[in-house]
């Protein structure tokens, strides 16, 4: 495999419904390794479902999907895994330290990495102030955080996990600008190493992008 196409990602003439709704017909995107990207769309188009085919939680009905030119279907999950971060918007949270919460991202991940982790998702000098640090307990549902706190720590999981292909679906909404601005930042700075999508409705995260593709909508 060429180290140049590491993270690149190639649809071609997707279809997808999840019932008998068309949710894509016949869409073509062509991401290349190292491009930083936004998708960008009114609810309801389907941004979301792309990334969830990307990481291939469903099939599609015809049309091909490959990363790093591979077609993902005949890639094993773990492989598709760790090939890919992931964002949403809810982040999973367990019972157990706010280190170890990150740390899911990369099992047996120094303090060192984690930290730098939080630091790129603007989360280090929250953690800091709690009365435990990084070994603060967070509740079962992450209760005991913000919903931009949360966010956080899905986005420093990204960080951490450091895979080549980065999706973020709206990773900023429930943050301010200034923790938006950090992260962005974060994003930037990993340059050409990473190809990345952002999806979001907020026009200060898609200027982080540097190019941007209109999900046209559902087309019946
Ligand atoms: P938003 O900007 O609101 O997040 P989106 O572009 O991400 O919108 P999707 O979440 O991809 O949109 O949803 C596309 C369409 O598919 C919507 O009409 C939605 O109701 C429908 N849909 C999403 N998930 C499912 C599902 N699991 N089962 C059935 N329909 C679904
Ligand atoms: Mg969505």
Do not use: W
């Not at 077609?71 to 971060?85: C, G, H, V, W, Y």
């Amino acid at each position: 495999k060429e180290p140049s196409e590491f993270g690149s990602v190639e649809c071609q003439n997707l279809s997808f419904a999840y019932e008998e709704e068309q949710i894509l017909s016949d869409y073509s995107i062509s991401i290349p390794k190292g491009s930083r990207i936004g998708l960008h769309g009114k609810s309801g188009s389907g941004k979301s479902t792309l990334l969830k085919l990307l990481m291939r939680f469903y099939d599609t009905d015809s049309g091909s999907i490959q990363i790093d030119r591979r077609e993902i279907a005949s890639i094993n999950t773990k492989d598709l895994r760790d090939m890919e971060s992931y964002v949403t918007q809810e982040t999973s949270l367990f019972h157990d330290s706010i280190a170890n919460n990150i740390a899911v991202a990369k099992p047996g991940a120094s303090r060192a990495e984690i930290e730098e982790a939080a630091k790129k998702a603007s989360l280090h000098e929250f953690i800091m102030s709690l009365p435990n640090g990084y070994d603060t307990m967070v509740g079962e549902l992450g209760d005991t955080l913000s919903g931009g706190e949360k966010q956080r720590i899905g986005v420093a999981r990204a960080f951490l996990h450091d895979a080549p292909l980065i999706l973020l679906d709206e990773p900023t909404s429930n943050l301010d600008s200034l923790n938006e601005s950090i992260i962005l930042r974060s994003l930037k700075d990993l340059g050409r190493d990473k190809t990345i999508v952002i999806v979001s409705h907020r026009e200060s995260t898609m200027a982080a992008a540097e190019k941007v593709y209109e999900m046209s909508g559902r087309v019946s």
